[in-house]
């Protein structure tokens, strides 16, 4: 993969002029505009902004699910642009931790094999597996739920095993999409206190919300309107 | 990585035990019916084969019109009909031996023995009894030294009795338990043909048992003199040969073809068959009727291949949004190709076995109430599940790339 070192050193994310159209029967849209954005190792970063305001094509973006139409992405320094479905793929199983809304760990799974998947893909030996399964698993408060079924489970409880999936191949960036949308304002705020902790450990995040109140936990804010980074707040 | 992936897709088929069952059905009955019509098949060849060679490898038989040793059996698969020995009442026409090729044959080097033999069709009677299950045969003492009958009770007739044309009959074991039941039939007499015959003896039940239901042993030996004087007729249906040596049995086959020929003034209206011959006409029969029968039963594992798609490419929809997870986690295309390869092929395989379980029993059930006992190679099985391993790699690969396909986004927003 190639390596291009951007203007500054410890850069996650490094976004330069980045646009993205969506052109189809229904017309041509300019979800993202000029956007520039950067994300340092150890930052806990918020992006806000109401819905259609191109927050979630910015997220699928630096989730290496999308592409964008122009400009620069560098993630870990390295340019995506030319990069293969494939090679997008493993960047995402080894780069990003995931954790949605609607918590998405497998029903048929227990926690443990949920934990287990992302670091079946990066085929890591079955001992690795194990170790690293006990240790997030722990880190998230869960060490003794690994046998357990996802649904018999409370929200709280699924969102740290989906906390811990995020973590098991040591990503680069965990990018939460409003992690706390379906829980209580009480988990929602125990799940924001967990992230801020590992933020604390040295990871790096990137939330996604519409909620200001889950905004707070962020050391840095960026809001999103019209396509268009708006504004960028550092938080005391 | 693929061990991974069976441990998800028996977790997947295990999560819907019923659909599961359902989906392997088709592959279930499909390699079911291809193996218990093989092993049925195989088994009856065996049983045969094994009564044609128990007849001994030194044997010829001379039979009337032509028959190509197993190359020309569509058209002469008439006369082959029936497996016990040899059936020749299924023989049509008359015939063109006679006792003149009798004559030249015994005087063939390396022959020790000839027996000429000839079919009355006839009711056989005792006091009220009559029936037309026995097949009435007329030959020669050399007969039963040829065939190696045992006696069970009385004797074989004698060449004395066949050069007086004597009304004696030999019955085989079937022929006398249906006539006599359990008393001794040995100096009674039974009617052929309207005529007296005195019974002196009995031959033992033979040990290769009974081949499609006609009984070689529902049988009576006459003096083939008597039988011709009977008929009014001196044609003879087949010549049993015995040659000294299973070494000399194709140059002896050859040297009374070419004498024979002489006689029958250079025609060759005649066949000079050795038990490999009759065997392999047998076996050409059988396997074109085996064949046949296998290639209807295969479609049912279409049919089953066609169910696997069908269900995998609904798992497919219904999954989504699983497959939206996992490429968000890091699988690529290809890893979720082989997840749903895999779990069509487990469906399959799974199915194939199951089918190879039920083969084995219907196997026993037959072998219990059908008298025929199938034969299950080891060719059979590793057809069956090759065949289900192929089937559901092909009918899995579509649903597998669909599923590979889909975009992670619109994937995780599927419900």
Known sequence: MKKINSSQPNNVIYMKSLGKRYDDEAGVLDALKNVNLEVKEGDFIAIMGPSGSGKSTLMNIIGLLDRPTTGVFLLDDVDIATLSEKKLAQLRRDKIGFVFQSFNLLPRLNVAQNVELPMVYAKKSKAERKQKIEEVLAKVGLADKARNRSNRMSGGQVQRVAIARALTNNPSLILADEPTGNLDTKTGDEIMNLLKDLNRQGVTIVLVTHNPEVGKYANKVVWVKDGLLTHKKVSV | MILQNIKMALISIKSAKMRSFLTMLGIIIGVFAVLVMIGIGDGVKSQVSGQISSLGSNLLTVTSGQIGGGSSTAKNGQQQKGGGGFNFAGTVGTSTLTQQDVTTIEQTKNVIATAPFNVVSSNVTYQQLSTSSPFVAGTTPNYSSIRQLKIENGE????????????????????????????DAVGKEIGIRGQAFTVVGVIKKSDTGSGFGASSDDIVYIPINTANKITNSNQIFRILVQVNDPKNITSTQEVIKTELKANHSGQEDFSVLTQEDLLSTFNTILDLLTAFVVAIASISLLVGGIGIMNIMLVTVSERTREIGIRKAIGATSSNILSQFLI???????MGGLLGLGLSYIAGLLVKKFAGITPVFSLKALVLALGVSLLVGVVFGVAPAIKAARKRPIQALKAL
Request: net charge negative.
């Open chain 2, 156 to 183: 074989f007739f004698t060449t004395n009795n066949n050069s007086s044309s004597a009304k004696v009959a030999v019955l085989g074991a079937d022929t006398k338990q249906n006539l006599f039941g359990e008393t």
């Open chain 2, 343 to 349: 779990e069509a092929v487990i469906l399959s395989v």
